[in-house]
Every structure is written in C-alpha cells, then in structure tokens.
C-alpha cells in the first residue's frame, strides 16, 4: 500500500544536497559515509526508500543507500565543467550493475552529478 508521504522541507534538502557537495569535494571514505547515513537518515525520516533532489535520485535496500544521476552523458567530458573525467576529480557515487551494462554515477569536484552507461567487456 502506497500511502502519502510528505515532501522533504526545503531545509532538509539542502542538508542533503550539502552532504552531497561535501562528499564531492573532499572525496573522503568519511565523508562517503556522512553523506549515506544523511540520506539514509532522511528516508526513514519521510519513511521513503526514494528521494528526488536536484542533480539525482537517492534510494534504498535495506541499510543500502544508492544515487542515482539525473542527467547521463555518452562522452568523455562532465557535463558540469568540461573536464575529462577519466583523468580529473571525478568519482564514482554508486554503481547500479546490469547484466550487459553498468550505469555508473558519477560526482565531480565541480559539483555535477552524472552517470554513464558503461558497457561490460
Ligand atoms: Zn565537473
């Protein structure tokens, strides 16, 4: 049963896009954790297992928390500043595997969130 679940306040979204942004621009194994047990914390808060913020979608399975970017790219470049993200800041949020593919999710220090649908060799 779906049942109606309250929005996020605007406070509670910017402490989730923050979380975000600290991760992205320190890219600590620390800060990787504050930012999921932010956005673990504000699901069980709005007692959902999907959240939409700006740049991605956040959802859970169990204790397991996954972003998801909005925004894809096909190319080399973030979209957010231009740079080759196989060679700048750039890391990897989450990975959703796939059979034939991965859809990565990508973060860059810049502040873009993206993914890329990489192709299993
Ligand atoms: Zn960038």
Known sequence: MEIALSHPTREDLSVMEAALDVFLRTRY??????????????????RTDRIVL?????????????VMAKNYTAGRECPGCGDDFMCSDVSIISILEGSGADRVC?????GEIFGRVEEKN
């Open 106 to 110: 990508y973060g860059c220090n810049c």
């Open 29 to 46: 194994g620390a800060t990787r954790n504050v930012m999921h047990s932010v956005l673990r914390m504000m699901m069980e808060k709005y």
């Open 54 to 66: 700006s740049r991605c979608w956040v959802s859970r399975t169990g204790a397991y928390v996954r």
